[in-house]
């Protein structure tokens, strides 16, 4: 289904692109990476920590997901149908900034009625959780189908995916500096006290995110590809277009599969090194940033490479067989050598960039030339990343209060469910990952030299 019929339209949408461009159009996810990983990394603890039960925890979280992943599929017809990729990241951008708060900012629903029993509290956070998700899925699906419609370079999508990612690792790294700061200068000793220590985490954390929605929403143009590849804004293509290619079902479940593994190891990296092998209170700052620093460097590095479809086949192999000896490293460490989760960090952070880089990407080889359909396909393939998550951590929270480490002798190993959830899950994915990604075929991409290095 391609409709570039002319070689100067051809070679117009196909040309390289500018350091500025990549750069502005990078940034534009920063307060959802930020806020994200906030949740991922925080918010279980945090609710666990304030009296909420492992079970109720969760049920929160699924909340969020469930919320997201609807949300994400309607975001992307809304899209597809009416475009104005800028104005639904913005409208998302302020729908984030103004819930996000509430998730950590205590139950505004028990302060109203007065009374703060289990179930209320659950409600109540689940609401703010699942507004946060609706706002969140508008600014991801807007932002990652806008990138098929700047350009039809190949190299400069994954570019773009790359430069998305590295800000990706840099909205962490803040985050990650925000709360080893926070963690460090203030002792929490009651409820208040935590819930005032993450409330300062999310506010500054929206401060930075929407400093950066400002720079992209200045700098990136509406992209106007869209309507000169297809013609039309009105001419959507339909689903059933999507459901008839095996390249489809193939690139969802790696995409699907590369966000397990991401996600549900963050949301257990704060607990597996706090619980399981009793670190510092400043290594579930300091481990997670080590992880970002090394996700940054290979993002900067994977920009300089001309990318083809075996390229992405190989690099995103690479990245998902070093995950797999992570994640045995982790469920085997014992306590007393708990200083070598640093070195896991440093390989956890390779693997996580070359999978995110080449799995969004691969979405890019999908797509091709298919603009009005983009934003489906990201619709899509985030609802089921967004649903799988939600019940992948419902599941593994829900038998929690079942895993309490009772042998305290460092020379043995405890399989908790934490560990269970860090290690052998993430493995697990990624191994099933490659095997899908070998038998993709993957058409050869449209390569034309970017015009400048970035990021360096």
Not at 33 to 47: H, M, N, V
Not at 317 to 323: D, E, M, N, P
Request: glycine residues 8%.
């Amino acid at each position: 289904m391609h409709n570039v019929t002319e070689d100067d339209d051809d070679d117009s949408v196909t040309k390289p692109l500018g350091r500025c461009s990549v750069m502005y159009y990078g940034v534009g996810h920063m307060l959802n990476d930020i806020t994200a990983s906030c949740w991922f990394t925080y918010l279980l603890l945090f609710l666990t920590d304030i009296g909420l039960s492992p079970r109720d925890a969760a049920t929160v979280m699924l909340s969020g997901q469930i919320a997201d992943g609807f949300a994400t599929i309607s975001a992307g017809e809304l899209i597809d149908r009416f475009g104005h990729f800028k104005l639904w990241h913005g409208a998302g951008s302020v729908l984030v900034a103004v819930s996000f708060s509430s998730v950590f900012g205590g139950c505004i629903p028990c302060k109203i009625f007065g009374t703060s029993s289990p179930a209320l509290r659950t409600v109540g956070y689940s609401i703010f959780a699942a507004i946060f998700n609706v706002g969140w899925a508008a600014t991801q699906v807007s932002h990652m189908s806008m990138l098929n419609c700047i350009t039809l370079n190949s190299t400069s999508r994954v570019v773009l995916a790359s430069c998305r990612n590295a800000f990706t690792m840099v909205a962490n790294l803040g985050l990650y500096a925000v709360a080893f700061i926070i963690f460090g200068v203030t002792i929490a000793r009651t409820h208040a006290d935590i819930e005032n220590q993450y409330r300062w985490i999310a506010y500054l954390s929206i401060f930075i995110g929407c400093c950066f929605v400002g720079i992209f929403q200045l700098g990136t143009k509406e992209p106007r590809l869209k309507v000169g590849v297809q013609g039309s804004n009105s001419s959507r293509i339909a689903w059933t277009y999507w459901f008839k290619r095996v390249l489809y079902y193939q690139v969802a479940l790696v995409y699907v599969l590369t966000r397990l593994v991401v996600n549900v190891s963050q949301a257990y990296l704060a607990f597996y090194v706090i619980d399981d092998l009793q670190m510092a209170q400043s290594a579930k700052a300091l481990v997670p940033a080590i992880i970002y620093i090394s996700s940054f460097l290979v993002s900067v590095i994977l920009q300089e490479i001309q990318w083809t479809g075996r390229f992405l086949k190989a690099y995103y192999s690479a990245g998902a067989i070093i995950w797999i000896f992570c994640g045995a490293g982790i469920l085997l460490l014992p306590r007393s050598m708990s200083a070598f989760m640093y070195i896991i960090s440093i390989f956890i952070g390779i693997a996580n960039a070359l999978m995110m880089v080449t799995g969004v990407s691969m979405q890019s080889v999908l797509i091709d030339t298919d603009l009005n359909g983009c934003a489906f396909v990201c619709g899509s393939f985030s609802f089921l990343d967004k649903i799988s998550c939600g019940v992948a951590l419902f599941v593994l929270q829900s038998y929690q209060s079942d895993s309490v480490i009772q042998n305290s002798h460092s020379n043995l190993v405890h399989i908790s469910v934490t560990r269970f959830g860090l290690g052998l899950v993430p493995a697990f994915c990624a191994l099933v990952s490659v095997a899908v990604t070998y038998t993709m075929k993957l058409q050869p991409a449209r390569c034309k030299p970017l015009m400048e290095p970035l990021l360096i």
